[in-house]
């Protein structure tokens, strides 16, 4: 008994959705690493800063600066200019020197934030390639036996 | 003997009025200083799961009734909460809209103390009413009220009349004031806001 040619169409198909899907895969481990190592490079400069609004009333409020901008916070600032000092390992920020340069300061927990949704959205994406991969690959060997046991010519 | 009783109580009687006139100063909230600034800050602080955020305003006005002496007073605090920036125009716009502080509709966060109790030094214990969003609830907070004679303010900053320096620091929960955002209640927005407040009020 002879078996059945595979139909090539199919079989270019799913050679190809399980080529591309073990790609992806691969592509999605790689976002994943460099996702935590572009976080990990942005976050070396990270300090622990206060912004400070000088205030040339500050000595009436019994301060020496100015009005603190909320409370201490990780923040990336690289630009020297914009620290007025520092205090018990918190850097005091110009929140008016910023404000005239329109930065807006990036916070370390942003950086890290985005590095969670991106290594998460890469994990989704390696577990749905490798899982198409598998269903592909488990179809193509079904219908490889299927295909088989048919009888080529009745 | 009469007389002398009458004398007494006519003294004690206006010692009496003496005190409360001293007890009654009142400092009003100086909208700017000589460089045209406003030296009044409030500041809001939140947290969001992507980053921390403040919103600053400088609309500040209110009076302030402080007696040096006896280390007590009350006051009034009218913020314009509609001109509070974030550094981001849409989520100032989302900050003014019904299902947050909805400022569009009740632009106005006032605080009338209910009671003031110095606990030390220049630190004061202070009960009052918050009115957010028209609805009040009673807080209690703590302050630090700095008083600088006319002198050392005309000096350093040109400000006419004695000031009081009042700054304080307090959590309020959004909830609390019927705030119930889905960003909330998933906790992706904190339900916690820190408010800062720091004003300069004169008696003149």
Redo the contacts between chains.
Sequence with gaps: MKTQTRDPKTWLQTTLIRTWSIRLAVLAVLVGFSSWGLATWLSKDSKTIQ?I?P???A????DELG?????P?EYIITDPKAFLGEENGVYLVNEKYLRQNNI?PL?T??VW?IQRSVALAALVGLVLMLLLWTVVGQLNQADAKLQHKLPRDR | MKKVFFATALVSTTLAVGAVWAANTAFSIVPTINDGASPNTLTVESDTDFESFTGITNKISGTIQFDKAAKTGSGLIIVDGSSIDTGNTLRNQHMKSADWMNFEKFPEIRFQTTSVKNTTADNYEVRGNLTLRGMTKSIVTTARVRYSDAGFAQQTQNIKGNIVALSTKFTIKLSDFGIKAPAVEINRVSDNLTISLRVLASDK
Aim: glycine residues 10%; without cysteine.
């Design positions: 912004r609004m205030d040339p009333n000595a009436m409020f019994g009005t603190p901008i909320g409370a916070l807006y916070q927990k942003t934030f």
